[in-house]
T-cell receptor
Framework: KAGVTQTPRYLIKTRGQQVTLSCSPISGHRSVSWYQQTPGQGLQFLFEYFSETQRNKGNFPGRFSGRQFSNSRSEMNVSTLELGDSALYLC?????????????FGQGTRLTVV | AQSVTQLDSHVSVSEGTPVLLRCNYSSSYSPSLFWYVQHPNKGLQLLLKYTSAATLVKGINGFEAEFKKSETSFHLTKPSAHMSDAAEYFCVVSNTGFQKLVFGTGTRLLVSP
């Protein structure tokens, strides 16, 4: 069974640009969550999608958005990039939503903003 | 709001000696607790989870953790460290109705020969 796939693995963007990251969950999983990992703030929850609906959102500005497609694949978009957006973005998939459900993580997309 | 505190940012052990990574949690009601491991340039891998069944939870690669409500702790242990255990370990709590994980700040485990 294939794991969670995130593309691209590495990305370099310029301040002010926008970026789209992609996540393909494990087959059959309907919940996709996104996390940002930085040395200063650690791992922080961005948002969760379940059956194409955003179920929960973390404390991030509106420049961060996402969506989920009918095949459960998800994308997140960051507009008007800032230097502080440089981070490892991790996607996690789960078979269902809920606190007891374990999340399986992809290897992440490392975004560098210059 | 729920949170976890990892008491050590770095832990150093010798190969073959026991490992103890400490985690305290704060939650208004019964939490789900997890330990994840992250090797360099890799994603996160689940080691084990507690979801109010047995208080002693066994995970992969010989790791286990004990849930102690009276101490609000969920420490991770392993009897004998291996070089391949060197990585960053995260204690995680989840007690909402959604798939939202709250991560601790991480503990970097260093294993020397």
């Amino acid at each position: 069974k294939a794991g969670v796939t995130q593309t691209p693995r590495y990305l370099i963007k310029t301040r002010g640009q926008q970026v789209t990251l992609s996540c393909s969950p494990i087959s059959g999983h309907r919940s996709v969550s996104w996390y940002q990992q930085t040395p200063g703030q650690g791992l922080q929850f961005l948002f969760e999608y379940f059956s194409e609906t955003q179920r929960n959102k973390g404390n991030f500005p509106g420049r961060f958005s996402g969506r989920q497609f009918s095949n459960s694949r998800s994308e997140m978009n960051v507009s008007t990039l800032e230097l502080g957006d440089s981070a490892l973005y991790l996607c996690a998939s789960s078979s269902m939503t809920g606190r007891n459900t374990e999340a399986f993580f992809g290897q992440g997309t490392r975004l560098t903003v210059v | 709001a729920q949170s976890v505190t990892q008491l050590d940012s770095h832990v150093s052990v010798s190969e073959g000696t026991p490992v103890l990574l400490r985690c305290n949690y704060s939650s208004s009601y019964s939490p789900s607790l997890f330990w994840y491991v992250q090797h360099p340039n890799k994603g996160l891998q689940l080691l084990l989870k507690y979801t109010s069944a047995a208080t002693l939870v066994k995970g992969i690669n010989g790791f286990e953790a004990e849930f102690k409500k009276s101490e609000t702790s969920f420490h991770l242990t392993k009897p004998s460290a291996h070089m391949s255990d060197a990585a960053e370990y995260f204690c995680v709590v989840s007690n909402t109705g959604f798939q939202k994980l709250v991560f601790g700040t991480g503990t970097r485990l260093l294993v020397s020969p």
